[in-house]
Structure formats: C-alpha cells, structure tokens
C-alpha cells in the first residue's frame, strides 16, 4: 500500500507561481510512477505531467515550459513547480502514484489563479 498527500495549493494572480507537493508513504519502493492531475469545475480530470522513477518526465501540451516536474527521493516527495500560471490553471490538482499493481490517489489539492 501506498499513501499520498498533496500540499501547496493557493490562491495566486494571473502570472504568478506555486509550488505543489506530494509526499508518499508506504511500500514507496514499488512506486515506478508518479503524476499529477487536475480537475476544474464541470470537467474531467485531466492528466498534467509525470515522472518516473528513472526520472523520465512527460507533460500536458499546454503546461509545458510553464511547468516542471521533479523528484526528491530521500524525502519521497514530488513537486509540481508552477510559473506563469492562468485563470485556466484553476482546478483541484491530484496526485497519483502508480506500481505495477495499483495506482494510488491524494486528496487533491485546490488552486485558483484569479485576480
């Protein structure tokens, strides 16, 4: 068993930055991949970017060069840098761990890009 949780989230101005983390607790060595997604109000969850335990990134076409994913192993921790963040950046953003058996889910985090 695996356990996320997702902390950073806020409320930011159009161009501003957060950064968003996601700690992992458990069985974290059978962790091979680690993403977030986002869900804004009447609309489905969205995938965001990932990394993989090689380190290996991949992102939403519309965040990239906006957003970079990374990893800290020794605090078994991801985090989602956001820049230049939109009013369409608003959403609750989720954390999801995946191991060859199981894919674990945060609680989510809210982010709100308003002036």
């Known amino acids: 068993q695996v356990h996320v949780v997702e902390s950073g989230g806020g409320l930011v101005q159009p161009g501003g930055s957060l950064r968003l983390s996601c700690a992992a607790s458990?069985?974290?060595?059978?962790?091979?991949?680690t993403a977030w997604y986002r869900q804004a109000p009447g609309k489905e969850r969205e995938f965001v970017a990932a990394?993989?335990?090689?380190?290996?990134?991949n992102y939403l076409d519309s965040v990239k060069g906006r957003f970079t994913i990374s990893r800290d192993n020794a605090k078994n921790t991801v985090y989602l840098q956001m820049n230049s963040l939109k009013p369409e950046d608003t959403a609750v953003y989720y954390c999801?761990?995946?191991?060859?058996?199981?894919?674990?889910w945060g609680q989510g985090t809210q982010v709100t890009v308003s002036s």
């Open positions: 990394i993989t335990s090689g380190s290996v990134t």
């Open positions: 458990g069985s974290v060595s059978d962790i091979y991949s």
């Open positions: 999801n761990a995946r191991t060859t058996l199981m894919a674990f």
